[in-house]
C-alpha cells in the first residue's frame, strides 16, 4: 500500500501542476493517495517495518491535493475576472 500511495501522489502532482484543465482530478486521486499512505503508515508501524515509502507516498499526496485544489480555484477565478470584464 505505501507504493500505491507513493505512485497516487505522483499521479496527483502530475494532474495539478503539468496538465491543464484536469486539476480537478489531482484531489480525488490525492485524497485516495493520503488513505492509502495512512493505512500503510500505521500496519508498517505495527509490524516494526520501514515506513519511508508510505511517508513519502502521504506528503506526496498531500502536496498534491492542496495543489490540484489551489490550481483549480485559481482557474476559477480567472474565468471569473475574465467574465466580469466582459471580455469573454
Given at each position: 500500500m505505501g507504493a500505491a500511495s507513493l505512485?497516487?501522489?505522483?499521479?496527483?502532482?502530475?494532474f495539478a501542476l503539468i496538465i491543464p484543465g484536469?486539476?480537478?482530478v489531482a484531489p480525488?486521486?490525492?485524497?485516495?493517495?493520503?488513505?492509502?499512505?495512512?493505512?500503510?503508515?500505521k500496519n508498517l508501524k505495527a509490524a516494526s517495518q520501514p515506513t519511508g515509502m508510505a511517508t513519502a507516498g502521504l506528503v506526496m499526496s498531500i502536496i498534491g491535493t492542496i495543489?490540484?485544489?489551489l490550481m483549480w480555484l485559481l482557474c476559477v477565478a480567472?474565468?471569473?475576472?475574465?467574465?466580469?470584464?466582459?471580455?469573454?
Open positions: 505512485v497516487l501522489g505522483i499521479v496527483s502532482l502530475v484536469l486539476q480537478i480525488i486521486v490525492g485524497i485516495i493517495g493520503i488513505i492509502l499512505g495512512a493505512i500503510a503508515r495543489l490540484g485544489v480567472c474565468v471569473g475576472a475574465m467574465g466580469a470584464l466582459g471580455t469573454m
